[in-house]
């Protein structure tokens, strides 16, 4: 069965300095691996995805991860925090099935950006 | 080209009563999940529509259940409402690969 860690459910940072948002996956196939922002009282929004390729990917608004399978891990990065990065932050695993998938996400990690 | 849209985006009923929430998928997909998202966690798999059928299942009890149409949109029902599904409920479609998910803005469903 698939799963979702997000090591730490709230991060601080202080503008401009690096994000770092940690998450390790369990899967028994290849994993399509993502990264989602929400903010207050919205959906979500895609920031990433690794489906197979090029093992670092670069999403929207400087973020990035690397897909790394010997430890199992899809951390999300960002060089320079900036105070609208402030939001709850998933990741996510899915693959396909049978002809469909679903989606499996962690618990989430709030970020929080210090003027 | 409109997204995901969702109605409405703000219910309230009384515990037992039963809910219909509605998706509209974004123009060119064909398969429409449910998830629920209850308040400080992550959104929870219900269950996936495609072709007019439950294709997978979350762990989910038999009140939740849903219906896609034949111009793709979708349908979630919950009957005998508990305090407990209060969450917000989002929906996303896709294109027949994960490649491709996008989501709605959801629907906050409060039970008193």
């Known amino acids: 069965a698939q799963s979702v860690t997000q090591l730490g459910s709230h991060v601080s940072v202080s503008e401009g300095a690096l994000v770092l948002l940690r998450c390790n996956y369990s899967s028994s196939v290849p994993p399509y691996l993502f990264w989602y922002v929400q903010y207050p009282n919205q959906g979500l929004q895609l920031l990433l995805k690794?489906?197979?390729?090029?093992?670092l990917v670069k999403g929207i608004n400087g973020f990035e991860a690397e897909f790394k399978k010997s430890e199992t891990s899809f951390h999300l990065t960002k060089p320079s925090a900036h105070m609208s990065d402030a939001a709850e932050y998933f990741c996510?695993?899915?693959?396909?099935?049978?002809?469909?998938?679903?989606?499996?996400f962690g618990a989430g990690t709030r970020l929080f950006v210090k003027a | 080209d409109a997204g995901v849209t969702q109605s409405p985006t703000h219910l309230i009923k009384t515990r037992g009563q039963q809910v219909t929430l509605r998706c509209s998928p974004k123009?060119?997909?064909?398969?429409v999940s449910w998830y629920q998202q209850a308040l400080g966690q992550g959104p929870q798999f219900i269950f996936q529509y495609y072709e007019e059928e439950e294709r997978q299942r979350g762990n989910f009890p038999d009140r939740f259940s849903g219906h896609q149409f034949p111009n793709y949109s979708s349908e979630l029902n919950v009957n005998a409402l508990l305090l407990g599904d209060s969450a917000l409920y989002l929906c996303?479609?896709?294109?027949?690969?994960?490649?491709?998910?996008?989501f709605g803005s959801g629907t906050r469903l409060t039970v008193v």
């Open positions: 123009s060119g997909h064909d398969t």
């Open positions: 690794y489906t197979t390729g090029a093992t």
């Open positions: 996303a479609s896709s294109a027949q690969h994960i490649n491709r998910v996008a």
């Open positions: 996510a695993v899915s693959d396909e099935r049978d002809g469909g998938f679903k989606t499996i």
